[in-house]
């Protein structure tokens, strides 16, 4: 299977980008692994003609608004993120009419929908930045509450407005289970994705993107972390550095829309070029300048 795999890339000028959450033998035959900001950036760049992007809608979706002309293939078109439709109908319309100075910031978990109605684009990687960068003192952060309140508290200057969604697999990671795997793992140091809750931000030493997450733990001479992310970033983890240990809380969070990526599906997806990737016109219209401003401002 990994031999056609890569006779087809050839054949089709095909490259295969994955995040850091997908099946490690998928992030194993990718040409580009990496977090979303990185993702985003690399899609843009590629000479590709065709890329095979192995993550949820939201990536495929942002990978073709920035590059019309390429085919985007998703192994599976019903991998979605649920975060990415959390913002209620009109909220933004009701938030513009309250603060005339307002900017809509979108997290790039969202639909092209929302990114449209939105500002400027973020990552995890960048949101502290972008969001210090603004000029307007009124911010409404958008979908996910939780990397709103860990922006709203490295730039307090700004007067962020959060919204209630949220990633229901980082919401399940609980203080009291990652407290039980610290008393275990005394030396441990906690790792967390900021969309995880506040009380497990609050005790990690280290909050970022997944990339960060994973320069952290290899630049650091400990020995032992519990990663607060989805399992999908142990396989990096562990091939950078075969003498620690990579501890995750229990239940092991797992996102199953990352895990509809499989060889069998990116197999297909190269020989039948189906599963393309469609925005229309307006929407991509609207939801490129947030996106591009985000590749600018994130630099
Ligand atoms: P990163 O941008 O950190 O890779 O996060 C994407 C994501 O979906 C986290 O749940
Ligand atoms: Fe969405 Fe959460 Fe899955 Fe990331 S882990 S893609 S935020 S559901």
Redesign the pocket.
């Known amino acids: 299977m990994r031999n056609r795999i890569e006779a087809l890339k050839k054949e089709k000028n095909a490259v295969i980008m994955a995040h850091y ?1 997908a099946p490690a033998e998928v992030q194993e035959i990718a040409d580009f692994v990496g977090d979303s900001f990185y993702l985003a950036k690399v899609a843009k760049e590629s000479d590709a003609e065709v890329i095979v992007f192995c ?2 809608n939201f990536m495929g979706e942002s990978a073709k608004i920035l590059c019309p002309d390429k085919k985007v293939l998703m192994p599976d078109l019903s991998a979605d ?4 439709h959390m913002v209620r109908e009109g909220k933004i319309d009701e938030m513009r009419e309250r603060f005339s100075d307002l900017a809509v910031v979108c997290y790039i ?1 969202s639909t092209a929908e929302l990114k449209c109605q939105s500002d400027v684009c973020v990552t995890s990687s960048n949101a502290v930045k972008i969001v210090r960068a603004l000029p307007n003192k009124n911010i409404f952060f958008i979908p ?1 509450r939780n990397l709103g309140r860990f922006v709203a508290a490295q730039v307090p200057e700004k007067n962020i407005i959060l919204n209630d969604g949220c ?4 919401a399940d990671v609980t203080a009291d289970s990652v407290k039980a795997l610290a008393e275990c793992h005394k030396n441990a140091q906690i790792l967390c994705h900021p ?1 995880c809750e506040p009380e497990v931000v609050a005790m990690s030493h280290f909050s970022g993107s997944t990339a960060e997450i994973i320069d952290f733990a290899k630049a650091s001479d400990n020995k032992e972390f519990i990663v607060c992310t ?1 399992e999908g970033v142990g396989f990096k983890l562990r091939s950078d550095n075969p003498t620690k240990n990579f501890y995750f809380p229990t239940p092991c ?1 797992v ?1 199953k ?2 895990k509809l990526n499989t060889l069998e599906n990116i197999l297909k997806v190269l020989e039948t070029e189906d599963n393309q990737v469609e925005v229309d016109f307006d929407k991509r219209m609207g939801s490129l300048l947030p996106l591009e401003r985000m590749l600018e401002l994130g630099k």
């Open positions: 959450y993550g949820v993120c649920p975060m990415a978990n996910d990633c229901p697999i980082h969309e989805e969070p996102c829309d990352m």
